[in-house]
């Protein structure tokens, strides 16, 4: 599994490096006169595949385990005896295999064979190495008089008493055999199962015996087996510097700015909270912070916090008649808790608050409310900001995607890939601006984090390049343009304008687009199969079928796939959708699109697992009514494409006599 | 009163959340788990969506993130809707669901 991690680990290359492969893959679905067309449409985009962080380190960590389980047990296997991995290494690895039995065994018997002159000898060497941490010009000659006369030297015994504690502490060798036994008590029990009788004063007499013999020689191993182990992880080395890095600078920069904010509006804190906060605030975690804080401040930026609960917005909720109680209530409770933060208790009726005089002194005004909002805001933009500029892959791709001069609102390579937990799969269409004029080139992000097991990354990316295949650009000018995926009608701005957000849905055929695309991801994805070829998922995990979202409408157009199928992939694959219009009628087409909808809105989440239940336990419900319904339509519509069909063909070949 | 909160996020091609809160049990069904939530995270979650509006638009990619969050009461059924398009919260959103775990 190993090279299986390694190409996640290097994604992005991994995907440029399979380009003929996807290619010869489609070539063989479209056929070899498409050849040229397949390798100019794949040429138009920039492929990107990524990792989260949660991901590159549950990878590294799989690595890690795979190499520390296979050289150790080479070495296991090079020696006759019944030790296991897990008798030796126990939950460790490789990486950090402090604490294992190995380990603690190699630091016991390395003690053990000093002898009790050699561990004085020791002792007095670490005695003083650990005084000249603290105190550097601290002499070995001091230190051996220390040791003799168990006195502290004159100019320290005006010394603050953890000091002096400390350095007679360092130079009492009557101490030097504590880590030794305390060595022996740690491997104890494992030593016992060996055999029961051992100890520390008769541990000489079983030297001999041959699994305390074989132990002996492991550790003597050990040592170049952990150099081995390092070399190989060197190869990683970047990867774990950004895990670490990241680990560490999330929480980081979210802690610091949401300081920050706490810092700049102190005046809404109580004394005591105030001390409470500047007695935390030079902490990393914030779970010290107490309830008072948190119900002004919110427990983060990302967090709502009190005093934004009194914004216009919120006014205008609450005087709302038609606003829901739940939203209501969350308001007027949220405002109860900032008033008992701000020191003001009436219980919890809000009226109570709002005709209350001393309240009112402490109700944040409209400007206040803006300045806390606008400072927030630019604090949680910041942070996130010096988060990702922390992070080399991050930026690598950035700068990439940013030479690439696209023309559109968004480069699709957004920063939430890295933080999501699952993050998604997509195409984003652009546009650059080349001599002759516009070309399309868009942007291919691909999620290759998903479990190995899973086997869906290699069929999510023949998905997204199917729709890669499938774009045109039909109308372009300097602001816009007019792009067709397969079915589904885009329209791109040059420049995002602040009115965009909240558009109606002009992509009326997106869904029923993306069904159909399904299907052919699986039988394109289905002959890749065959001829053994993969990106990222093995042979023995990789799927075919129901990997996607769009699985749950494929009973709707199976059928029409089936008997369509050439003139389906013909006005696809050539950005013209008149093509299945004349074949199957306009409005029989429009009919399928508004099912296939209603579909998605009545079975859309949990409606359609309680539908999946309903139809195994044979029961009639109101979810079986509708579904039931739908099959009905769709037969109908089936059956009118079909007698269209015919019609036209007989009319066809009418003309053409 | 809520009765149930249903949040359903498409990441791409494959649904990557899938969770129903069922009121006032408070426990939550999430990818085929039950989880066991505290009145905190409720009440954050409902600051979080309260100010939401009920539809935030398509964006013009393929496959891009949607998210639909369905909130049930005795009176009516609110939706919360956006593909691609998001309210400004949103990652504060994801990050609370992030918090539901075993």
Redesign the interface.
């Known amino acids: 599994m190993i090279d299986l991690y390694d190409k996640k680990l290097n994604c992005t290359e991994t995907l440029r490096d399979k380009w003929p492969v996807l290619i010869d893959t489609f070539v063989d679905f479209y056929g070899e006169d498409r050849r040229k067309e397949i390798e100019e449409k794949f040429s138009k985009a920039l492929p990107i595949a990524y990792l989260s962080i949660k991901d590159k380190k549950s990878y590294l960590s799989k690595i890690d385990a795979e190499i520390s389980s296979n050289m150790f047990n080479a070495m296991l296997k090079n020696e006759v005896s019944n030790f296991t991995y897990k008798d030796l290494l126990g939950t460790c690895t490789l990486k950090n295999p402090k604490h294992s039995i190995i380990d603690r065994f190699d630091t016991f018997y390395n003690l053990h064979c000093l002898g009790a002159e050699g561990r004085k000898t020791l002792y007095k060497k670490e005695g003083l190495e650990n005084i000249q941490i603290y105190i550097p010009a601290f002499t070995a000659s001091e230190y051996d008089e220390m040791v003799e006369t168990r006195e502290l030297p004159s100019k320290y015994e005006k010394a603050n008493t953890v000091l002096r504690n400390y350095l007679l502490d360092c130079s009492d060798i009557s101490k030097a055999d504590d880590t030794y036994k305390r060595a022996f008590k740690l491997i104890s029990s494992f030593i016992s199962k060996i055999d029961p009788n051992i100890t520390l004063d008769n541990f000489d007499s079983y030297v001999q015996n041959n699994e305390i013999k074989t132990l002996i020689k492991y550790t003597q191993i050990f040592p170049a087996l952990l150099t081995e182990y390092n070399e190989i992880m060197k190869k990683y080395k970047t990867i774990q510097e950004e895990v670490d890095l990241a680990a560490v600078n999330e929480e980081k920069y979210q802690t610091e700015y949401y300081y920050k904010l706490i810092e700049s509006n102190r005046d809404l804190l109580k004394e005591e909270d105030l001390k409470l906060f500047d007695s935390v605030k030079g902490e990393l975690k914030t779970h010290k912070l107490n309830k008072n804080i948190t119900s002004v401040f919110g427990?983060g930026l990302?967090?709502?916090a009190g005093i934004l609960?009194f914004s216009e917005?919120?006014n205008e909720?609450l005087a709302d008649s038609d606003a829901?109680?739940?939203?209501k209530e969350?308001?007027t409770?949220?405002r109860i808790s900032y008033f008992k933060a701000r020191g003001i208790d009436l219980g919890d009726k809000y009226e109570d608050y709002v005709n209350s005089p001393e309240a009112k002194t402490v109700w944040p005004s409209n400007e206040r409310i803006s300045n806390f909002q606008s400072m927030k805001?630019r604090l949680k933009s910041e942070s996130n900001d010096a988060f990702y500029s922390s992070l080399p892959s991050y930026i690598e791709t950035k700068k990439e995607v940013d030479a690439l001069n696209l023309l559109?609102?968004?480069s699709?390579y957004e920063t939430?890939i890295f933080?999501?937990?699952?993050?998604?799969?997509?195409?984003?269409?652009n546009i650059v601006k080349k001599d002759n004029g516009y070309e399309l080139f868009s942007t291919v992000v691909i999620?290759s984090g998903l479990n190995v097991e899973d086997g869906?990354v290699d069929h999510?990316i023949i998905?997204?390049f199917n729709?890669l295949f499938e774009l045109h650009l039909n109308k372009v000018d300097d602001s816009a343009c007019d792009?067709l995926?397969g079915w589904?009608d885009?329209?791109?701005k040059m420049q995002r304008c602040e009115n965009d957000?909240?558009?109606?849905?002009?992509?009326s055929h997106?869904l029923f687009n993306?069904v159909i695309n399904?299907i052919i991801t699986q039988e394109i994805y289905t002959k890749m199969l065959e001829k053994d070829r993969h990106v990222f998922d093995t042979k023995e995990y990789a799927k075919a079928r129901r990997?996607?979202?769009?699985d749950n409408y494929i009973f709707l157009v199976k059928d029409f796939y089936k008997e369509f199928k050439d003139d389906i992939i013909a006005s696809r694959s050539d950005g013209r959708i008149d093509i299945i219009f004349d074949k199957v009628g306009k409005e029989n087409f429009e009919d399928l699109n508004q099912l296939i909808k209603a579909c998605g809105q009545n079975f859309?989440?949990?409606k359609y697992l309680h539908l999946i239940n309903d139809l195994r336990n044979k029961k009639e419900t109101e979810n079986t009514k509708k579904f039931n319904d739908l099959i009905q339509k769709r037969d109908a519509i089936l059956e009118k494409m079909q007698r269209y069909s015919l019609e036209h063909s007989i009319d066809n070949s009418k003309i053409s006599k | 009163m809520i009765n149930t909160i249903e949040v359903i996020i498409r990441s791409g091609i494959f649904d990557s959340i899938h969770l129903i809160i069922s009121y006032p049990r408070e426990s939550c069904y999430m990818n085929n788990k039950i989880y066991t939530l505290n009145d905190k995270f409720l009440d954050e979650l409902v600051r979080t969506i309260r100010l939401w509006d009920n539809e935030y638009g398509y964006d013009q990619m393929i496959d891009s993130e949607e998210f639909k969050v369905i909130v049930t009461t005795n009176e009516k059924e609110e939706i919360f809707h956006g593909k691609g398009i998001f309210p400004s919260n949103y990652q504060g959103f994801k990050r609370l669901l992030g918090e539901i775990h075993d």
């Open positions: 427990s990302d967090s709502s609960s917005e919120n909720k829901s109680s739940w939203v969350s308001i409770n949220e805001d559109g609102p968004t699709g939430r933080k999501d937990a699952i993050g998604p799969t997509y195409v984003c269409p999620n869906v999510h998905h997204e729709h792009i995926c589904d885009l329209h791109l957000e909240n558009e109606e849905n002009t992509r997106e993306e399904e990997l996607t979202s769009y859309s989440g949990f």
